[in-house]
């Protein structure tokens, strides 16, 4: 965070609310993570796939939630085994957890295989010429850290063949194979009733039976619903972790752990007739009041939720109430139609909720054209990140006092970074 070198922000010039007022002011949004959520909705999918191993996928930044602040936690948490889709990825992870298993779903690559020991993780092979590779590094340094075997069962993007799969099976008998888990991927698992699943699981629970000895690992978010024999010995959600329906057909199992607020920079009265934004696709049909917030679709609040004279677009919570997008959603803003709200409910400063207070990550998802998976892992970089929680209580630790003071209201704090610029004297 810059800072203004004759406001020294230690010195007291400024109360902390003015601070903290003016540390959400170089930001045109807050994004609050909440790890006590993810850690929640962890434990929840861990309880529904018992006995086997909940496992947690944090690629692309864990859906966008930042994946040392939810490996930390969720390691805290009890998750021993994560799965990301880069080497870069995992060294990340790596110096936010020494412990846990960390497995990069991306394969194996010529030369990679220092990286590997270096940072202690294993590759999910998914083509005999990786499997090669990686048995010539191992035999070369005596590298044993372990690695996967991704069996394609349908999904047809990463993965052996079946045959291919069942021509390993005689390195598994003859022992020390340095194999530590066989998986496969669903092409469907969120529609219940689709008969691929049935016909994946039949080939997968045919095909793992052969890895004797090598946990099993079938089941992504949706798939952990598909129930007991879907679950192997080890699930892998993602998804759900970060409030994502993993039962579209059904209610949200999980819990919603992403708020994201935008600050209004104006408000402003248009004539009936006017037009509002880029290509003045939306006109005012009544004498209308608008708020300008600082978010817009470089930002990932795509601009597919704009609205025109002919469709509605999405909505924004202002002052507890839904309003409606008004005209194209630009690079870095957004107006927001807050007509029907009661004169000066909201003033210039005033946050708005994008995410958060009954808006969905799957709500935001139909009105981009997407899935709630793409809403995540679009979040923007321009956001103030603020996490809550995350500080594990251990299962036998002492219940915290009834009258724990109360949370200040928001704002919340924003992260500081971890040891600020020496000051200017
Ligand atoms: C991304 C991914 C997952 C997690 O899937 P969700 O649908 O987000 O739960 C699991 N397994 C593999 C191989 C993946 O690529």
Redesign the pocket.
């Known amino acids: 965070m810059a800072s203004d070198p004759k406001m020294n922000p230690q010195s007291g010039l400024l109360s902390a609310e003015a601070n903290q007022a003016a540390a959400l002011a170089a930001y045109g949004g807050v994004l609050t993570v909440d790890l006590d959520g993810i850690i929640a909705n962890w434990r929840k999918l861990e309880k529904t796939a018992v006995p086997a191993e909940c496992s947690a ?1 944090i ?1 692309a930044d864990a ?1 966008g939630c930042g994946a040392e602040q939810v490996s930390r936690a969720l390691s805290k948490a009890g998750c021993k085994t994560f ?1 990301v ?1 880069t080497i870069e990825e995992a060294r990340k992870v790596r110096a936010a957890v020494p412990e846990p298993t960390i497995y990069v ?1 991306g394969g194996y690559f010529q030369n990679t295989g220092e990286h590997y020991a270096q940072i202690n993780c294993r590759p ?1 092979i998914g083509d005999l010429n990786e499997l090669a590779e990686w048995d010539v590094f191992c035999r070369r340094t005596g590298w044993n850290g372990g690695a996967a075997i ?1 069996i394609d069962t349908g999904m047809n993007r ?1 993965g052996l063949t079946l045959s291919e799969a069942q021509a390993i099976i005689p390195r598994i008998n003859a022992g020390d194979h340095g194999i530590t888990l066989v ?1 496969s ?1 669903l092409v469907s ?2 529609q219940l009733n689709s008969p691929v699943n049935a016909k994946q699981l039949a080939a997968f629970r045919a095909i793992a039976s052969e890895f004797s000895g090598v946990p099993a ?1 079938l ?6 619903f598909l129930g007991a024999p879907f679950q192997f010995d080890l699930v ?6 970060y409030g ?1 329906n ?1 039962t579209p057909e059904a209610d949200n199992p999980m819990q919603p752990v992403v708020d994201l607020k935008a600050r209004i920079v104006q408000t402003r009265n248009v004539e009936r007739g006017e037009t509002v934004g880029y290509g003045g696709t939306w006109t005012a049909r009544r004498p209308t009041k608008l708020a300008v917030i600082a978010v817009g679709y470089a930002d990932g609040y795509f601009r597919a939720a704009s609205s025109n004279d002919g469709t509605r677009g999405a909505e924004v919570i202002v002052a507890g109430k839904r309003c409606p997008v008004a005209g194209r959603v630009s690079m870095d803003l957004i107006a927001i139609d807050i007509t029907d709200l009661p004169p000066n409910a909201v003033r210039r400063g005033h946050m708005v909720t994008l995410l958060g207070e009954g808006i969905t990550v799957d709500e935001l998802a139909h009105h981009f054209g997407t899935i709630g ?1 793409e809403v995540l892992t679009s979040l923007g970089h321009r956001y103030a990140r603020v996490y809550k929680g995350g500080n594990v209580v251990e299962p036998l630790a002492k219940p915290a006092p009834a009258t724990a003071p109360e949370q200040p209201p928001s704002p919340p704090p924003i992260e500081q970074p971890a040891s600020p610029p020496p000051l200017p004297s």
């Open positions: 996928v690629k859906y799965f889709a779903l999910v991704h990463l998986m991927h698992a969120e690992a089941a992504n978010s949706s798939g952990i892998r959600p993602g998804a759900a972790l994502v993993p998976y």
